[in-house]
């Protein structure tokens, strides 16, 4: 059973990593809203934020982190969290690139740890969660697999529709190319690069060192009932143990255990030729003062005990196409970027959403697009309405199911769709229908709510007018407008979302029977 525990925390950080990194690249719609909450339910700084704004029991999952953190210690960095995983990764390939085992025994680095999460507490009491974004590891993970991972695999899938169909197979469809920006895509590169080289040459280094969640779970973790131990009465000092602890936390002289950075890997428990190491609990230290050795199958029924409760715990345009010939010269664009729906507003929003980038992935129509400075520096990576891109579909609530933070609230359809994000603003002087004298209407063919009509202009035109009352921000306005360099109509955000008016439904005019009945 001691030599299992490494092999049954492997396959639970493995399934754990692979449900998350299903969320983030399922490009079919195939993983349900649902199943994507239960996923996330144990991820422990987006759960602590959407606990602090909800306060309901979906978001009490980092509360059963805590407490399996009281009962073994970080067991959450070695099994749950993905970035952990991901680290584990790196360093595998480091031990079989390098022929070495891990390095020996490293400094705390407690300066630069706790002051990293001090940062990060102070920062969101502020309403800012820029630090929470650039070290959450959840989130980073997110980020990576979103903006490295998601298009490869698109590209993958497209590759394969492509080849099956010179062979006349159909069975699978081409998508449409996921493109993130250069930010987002530098952004992840560089969490990557680092991640990669912390753990090719240290391990669980950015654990200990840099993750905010990491320090707290070390605090937690000093009052934990089972902590690993080294039989002291029996060691005989080889140092394997040591040189193959990712986390560097191991003693050999001093045969201790820096437990608040164990991250439970089980390599020691693995590697010893004696089964010296175990489980220690309160009353095997108090025996231990009172000089009384500790049985050897007394230690292996609190390894077994403790393992098995570990692994246990554990959209396409519509309409005519219409072509702009003139430049358009009035600056048009918001002046504040516009917030998902669901999100109530710029505040709430900045100061909740740690950019993990799950609503970015689930986001049929790919409006929701990760920011560079459109919310300001401390918004860097968190999504927003890019109507440039896409429009947010009328009836598609998936971003409002999916946000582990509570960042973007759960809503019904009926109340999304009279949510008014922003509002739509028309520039005459950009519009085709004025400087070219032609016949457009795009906006109004693509507004849902007909909060943009078409009135008539000079020479038997029609031009827009909006009503704003009616306008719910969606953006299929701004994204069908064939004006360029500027739009003749875009999104004006609203700092706090509106409400907006009930679109008004036009009487349905049923056909009057004729006066005589014709048998053709």
Same mark, same amino acid.
């Given at each position: 059973m001691v030599k299992s525990l490494k092999r049954g925390r492997v396959a639970v950080s493995l399934v754990f990593f692979g449900l998350t990194a299903l969320l983030f690249l399922d490009f079919s719609g195939f993983v349900p809203p649902a199943f994507m909450t239960g996923v996330t339910y144990l991820q422990f700084l987006p759960s602590l934020l959407k606990f602090v704004n909800l306060a309901c029991l979906a978001a009490t999952g980092f509360i059963a982190v805590l407490l399996l953190t009281l009962l073994f210690g970080r067991v959450y960095c070695s099994t749950i969290c993905p970035l952990g995983t991901l680290q584990d990764f790196f360093t595998y390939l480091s031990r079989k690139i390098r022929r070495k085992q891990y390095q020996r025994r490293q400094s705390r680095h407690d300066r630069v740890r706790y002051g990293l999460l001090a940062l990060t507490i102070v920062a969101c009491a502020a309403g800012s969660t820029m630090a929470a974004t650039l070290l959450d590891p959840f989130s980073n993970t997110g980020r990576i697999l979103a903006s490295l991972g998601r298009p490869l695999v698109i590209g993958a899938n497209n590759v394969? %529709?492509?080849?099956?169909q010179l062979l006349h197979i159909y069975t699978v469809n081409p998508v449409e190319q996921y493109r993130p920006g250069w930010f987002a895509i530098a952004g992840a590169l560089l969490i990557l690069g680092v991640v990669a080289g912390f753990s090719f040459t240290r391990g669980r280094l950015w654990c200990n060192t840099i993750c905010p969640v990491g320090a707290v779970l070390g605090l937690m973790s000093r009052f934990a009932l089972f902590k690993v131990a080294i039989n002291q009465g029996d060691c005989k000092g080889c140092g394997l143990c040591e040189r193959v602890c990712k986390a560097g936390c191991i003693d050999r002289k001093a045969m201790t255990v820096d437990f608040d950075r164990c991250v439970g890997c089980?390599?020691?428990f693995e590697i010893c030729p004696r089964d010296d190491m175990f489980f220690r609990t309160p009353?095997?230290?108090r025996r231990e003062r009172g000089g009384e050795n500790v049985s050897r199958g007394r230690r292996r029924f609190v390894q077994q005990a403790a393992g098995s409760l570990m692994v246990l715990g554990v959209v396409p345009g519509v309409g005519k196409k219409i072509v702009s010939t003139k430049a358009t010269t009035v600056p048009t664009g918001s002046a504040l970027a516009v917030s998902p729906p669901g999100s /109530?507003?710029?505040?709430?929003?900045?100061?909740? !959403?740690? +950019? !993990?980038?799950? !609503?970015?992935?689930v !986001?049929? +129509?790919r409006v929701l697009q990760p920011s560079f400075l459109e919310y300001g520096i401390g918004g860097i990576f968190q999504p927003r309405m890019a109507y440039d891109v896409a429009y947010c579909n009328y009836d598609c609530t998936l971003c409002l199911q999916v946000c582990p933070s509570? %960042?973007?609230?759960p809503m019904e359809q009926e109340e999304k769709k009279l949510t008014q994000l922003g509002v739509a603003k028309f520039v005459k002087d950009n519009c085709i229908v004025n400087t070219e004298g032609t016949d457009c209407g795009a906006c109004s063919e693509h507004c849902p709510t007909k909060a943009v009509s078409m009135v008539p202009f000079k020479n038997k035109l029609v031009i827009p007018e909006v009503r704003s009352d009616f306008c719910v921000g969606c953006g299929a306005c701004e994204h069908a407008c064939?004006? /360029?360099p500027f739009r003749a109509i875009f999104v004006e955000s609203n700092r706090v979302h509106a409400r907006a008016k009930k679109p008004e439904q036009k009487p349905v005019i049923q056909p009057t029977a004729p006066a005589e009945d014709f048998p053709f």
């Open positions: 394969l %529709a492509f080849a099956l089980f390599n020691c009353w095997h230290k /109530r507003g710029l505040d709430h929003f900045t100061a909740t !959403c740690t +950019a !993990c980038h799950l !609503c970015v992935s !986001c049929p +129509a509570g %960042a973007i609230l064939p004006t /360029r």
